[in-house]
């Protein structure tokens, strides 16, 4: 069974940082593509990262660029998402997601396997 598990949100101010993690599991993380997706209160899930299988090219939305980094630890299943001064608008929950494609599909919100979720609240 795969399984994606986000940890590390939490309550912040505004200007703070923050590093979200998914763990995979039931799957080698080395064959996809990996990404982060978020959907704040009252809006459309959106598109925030991803990153490609070698780790030699990765994707943001415009929002988020300059300020988050997403990584992966093929060894220990792992992605990450490095959050940089944090903004009211970056709160939201986010998902961590995989998919069979490239990362630039990945953009358009494509994916085979979503985690669940985890909070992030940015205080202004």
Do not use: I, P, W
């Given at each position: 069974q795969v399984q994606l598990v986000e940890?590390?949100?939490d309550r912040v101010q505004a200007g703070d940082?923050?590093?979200?993690s998914c763990a995979a599991?039931?799957?080698?993380?080395?064959?996809y593509a990996v990404g982060w997706f978020r959907q704040a209160p009252g809006k459309e899930e959106e598109f925030v990262a991803?990153?490609?299988?070698?780790?030699?090219?990765?994707y943001?939305?415009?929002?988020?660029?300059g300020r988050f980094t997403i990584s992966r630890d093929n060894a220990k299943n792992t992605v990450?998402?490095?959050?940089?001064?944090?903004?009211?608008?970056d709160t939201a929950i986010?998902?961590?997601?995989?998919?069979?494609?490239?990362?630039?599909?990945?953009?358009?919100?494509r994916f085979d396997?979503?985690?669940?979720?985890?909070?992030?609240?940015?205080s202004s």
């Open positions: 940890s590390g949100g940082s923050l590093t979200l599991s039931g799957l080698s993380l080395s064959a991803s990153l490609t299988r070698n780790k030699r090219d990765t943001y939305a415009d929002a988020v660029k990450y998402l490095q959050m940089n001064t944090l903004n009211f608008e986010y998902y961590c997601a995989v998919h069979s494609g490239t990362a630039q599909r990945m953009g358009q919100m396997y979503r985690g669940r979720g985890t909070q992030v609240t940015v």
